[in-house]
């Protein structure tokens, strides 16, 4: 019976450092894109995509499209059941949370007199078995939502 | 030939349900994502299935991972 390690497998000694560096990260696959483009229903939270799997978000963005306003509808990300951005474009505009990491979510766009409502998605948020992107909204209206989210998976 | 799921997208697009699979053939090549269903029911039987016909493969030479669950709308 075979014994020991695989051939391709050698042990290294750090203390005398038998290697001059060891490289240690995450092995991830090709990045990937989600691309939504959905209507949303009125006063209510309408799920508009999600990926399952185990990977890492790398960045993107979710921006709603309509000739009215949005200013008080709320943007989601959920990660593993875990909403980890749920804040409205309003409530990210007064706190000023506008840089990433603040959120899931953070502030990129908000004019409310060209009605213009994006956010960015931040980097580095990693999924044991899914994430999602929903949107909810509070103005009565059935705007087109837009995301572009990239990712990648284990 | 073995097909392992990495990852399944499920999202909406002007009025469309569409479900997409990322798969990895023949390990260590790289992922590669498709098109699988369009407005069907998303379950793991029909996924088995489309991916099946897709590769050309029997279901059991798919590998679905524990960590994969079939995404929900």
């Keep these: 019976m075979a014994e020991g390690l695989p051939d391709y497998h050698r042990p290294i000694d750090v203390a005398i450092q038998t290697m001059t560096e060891i490289v240690n990260r995450p092995k991830y696959g090709a990045a ?9 229903g ?11 799997g ?22 989601i990300l959920r990660i593993d059941n875990e909403e980890v951005g749920r804040t409205s ?19 990129r766009a908000y004019d409310i007199t060209n009605q ?3 956010v960015g998605i931040s980097h580095g948020f990693t999924f044991e078995t899914q ?16 995301a572009r989210i990239i990712y990648a998976l284990t | 030939m073995m097909i392992e799921i990495r990852g399944l997208e499920l999202r909406k697009e002007t009025g469309d349900i569409i479900l997409s699979s990322i798969v990895t053939v023949n390990y260590p090549e790289d992922c590669e994502k498709k098109e699988l269903l369009r407005n069907k029911p998303v379950n793991r039987g029909q996924i088995l299935t489309a991916l099946s ?20 709308v």
């Design chain 1, 32 to 40: 990937e894109i989600l691309i939504i483009n959905s209507a949303v």
């Design chain 1, 42 to 52: 009125i006063n209510q939270e309408t799920w508009l995509g999600s990926i399952a």
């Design chain 1, 54 to 75: 185990k990977g890492m978000i790398y960045g993107g963005w979710i921006t709603v499209d309509l000739q009215g306003s949005q200013w008080n509808s709320i943007p």
């Design chain 1, 89 to 107: 474009f309003a409530n990210l505009y007064r706190y000023s949370l506008t840089k990433e990491h603040n959120e899931g979510t953070y502030l």
């Design chain 1, 116 to 118: 213009i409502y994006t």
């Design chain 1, 131 to 146: 994430f999602e992107i929903l949107y909810y909204e509070t103005h009565g209206l059935t705007p087109t939502v837009y």
């Design chain 2, 53 to 72: 016909k897709m590769y050309e493969v029997k279901p059991w030479q798919i590998v679905w991972p524990r960590h994969i669950k079939v995404p929900k």
